[in-house]
């Protein structure tokens, strides 16, 4: 039986456009949910809240996508004459990429869970 062997550098690889993917997926059902709203606030039921918060999530999920892919820029394209840059990058979490990636969604977990509270 053969191994899959990945390697991190590809997982990362893989998970940005995976990432990229889904978050395509998610703008399209972004414009549905708006137009759901826009249609229950013309009937004159209250929907700012829920308007507020989907806009919220849209953003953060929004900088974390584009954090991601800053992130696989610079470590493919930053110092491309040092042999296996890339793991170097990927290995030090202390870069302001990454900060506020891990920001946005932490961020995004307190608003999406405020929201199942709701």
């Known amino acids: 039986m053969a191994y899959l062997l990945v390697t991190n550098i590809q997982a990362e690889l893989i998970g940005t456009f995976i990432e990229i993917l889904i978050y395509g997926i998610y ?7 708006l137009q759901v709203l826009r249609v229950k606030y013309t009937e004159g039921r209250p929907t700012s809240f829920m308007a507020c918060t989907a806009l ?3 953003v953060l ?9 800053l992130r696989a820029i610079n470590a493919f394209t930053t110092h491309a004459d040092v042999p296996q840059y890339a793991i170097t990058y990927y290995t030090i979490v202390r870069r302001d990429l990454d900060i506020i990636k891990s920001t946005a969604y932490v961020a995004m977990t307190i608003v ?7």
Not at 27 to 32: R, S
Not at 61 to 69: A, Y
Not at 112 to 118: F, K, M, Q
Request: glycine share 8%; proline share 0%; hydrophobic share 60%.
């Open 27 to 33: 703008l399209v059902v972004f414009c549905k949910c």
């Open 56 to 58: 919220a999530i849209f």
């Open 61 to 69: 999920v929004s900088i974390h996508v584009i954090m991601d892919i």
């Open 112 to 118: 999406s869970d405020g929201l199942i509270g709701y």
